[in-house]
T-cell receptor, first 106, second 117 residues
Framework: GENVEQHPSTLSVQEGDSAVIKCTYS??????FPWYKQELGKGPQLIID?????GEKKDQRIAVTLNKTAKHFSLHITETQPEDSAVYFC?????FGSGTKLNVKP | DAGVIQSPRHEVTEMGQEVTLRCKPI?????LFWYRQTMMRGLELLIY????????DSGMPEDRFSAKMPNASFSTLKIQPSEPRDSAVYFC???????????????FGEGSRLTVL
């Protein structure tokens, strides 16, 4: 199956700074790349996704980029807020990366 | 919409006992997924169904694990016999648009936390 790698595993930023999480995937046939946010005690929830025919997508403070040639994609969160603190997962279709614990310090 | 419903939310059992986890997907969704989450291994895909048929069960750890989907509104994940290393949070998720290249958002339940003593 697909192999998704995600970095970093933990990320600590100051409120207002930007946060970047990077992922790579192995199967060149993958064409759907969602990002999920998981808060404590809950299941992951989709925050943004990108399909292979698009290189970049933005939704307010969140943006994702996709490089199909290099098989990597990234999540960018700008102007981080304490409520952004959570675990973030990238995925290729329904195969998940290992997660990034983001801590936004007030 | 009620969302994906999982039961039980918490289960504590003794090694060797049978455990059955249940999931009701969102009505109209044709794909259902079982995941296991641990600190060490992250979010592992165990098995997924499309139109009630198991498509890929390569993530099922061993023969002690089995999953069924007798109809579009119900699925079970069974562990028999359970072992302490099975302790984890088990998530069920459903989606529209499955098949080999799932391209739809996954909607997760709140998970079943299993502790095997």
């Amino acid at each position: 199956g697909e192999n998704v790698e995600q970095h970093p595993s933990t990320l600590s930023v100051q409120e207002g700074d930007s946060a970047v999480i990077k992922c790579t995937y192995s199967d060149s046939a993958s064409n759907y790349f969602p990002w999920y946010k998981q808060e404590l005690g809950k299941g992951p929830q989709l925050i943004i996704d990108i399909r292979s025919n698009v290189g970049e997508k933005k939704d307010q403070r969140i943006a994702v980029t996709l490089n199909k040639t290099a098989k990597h994609f990234s999540l960018h969160i700008t102007e981080t807020q304490p409520e952004d603190s959570a675990v973030y997962f990238c995925a290729a279709s329904f195969y998940f990366g290992s997660g990034t614990k983001l801590n936004v310090k007030p | 919409d009620a969302g994906v419903i999982q039961s039980p939310r918490h289960e504590v059992t003794e090694m060797g006992q049978e455990v059955t986890l249940r999931c009701k997907p969102i009505s109209g969704h044709n794909s259902l997924f079982w995941y296991r989450q641990t600190m060490m291994r992250g979010l592992e895909l165990l098995i997924y169904f499309n139109n009630n048929v198991p498509i890929d069960d390569s993530g099922m750890p061993e023969d002690r694990f089995s999953a069924k989907m007798p109809n579009a509104s119900f699925s079970t994940l069974k562990i028999q016999p359970s072992e302490p290393r099975d302790s984890a949070v088990y998530f069920c998720a459903s989606s529209q648009g499955g098949g080999a290249r799932g391209t739809g958002e996954l909607f997760f339940g709140e998970g079943s936390r299993l502790t095997v003593l």
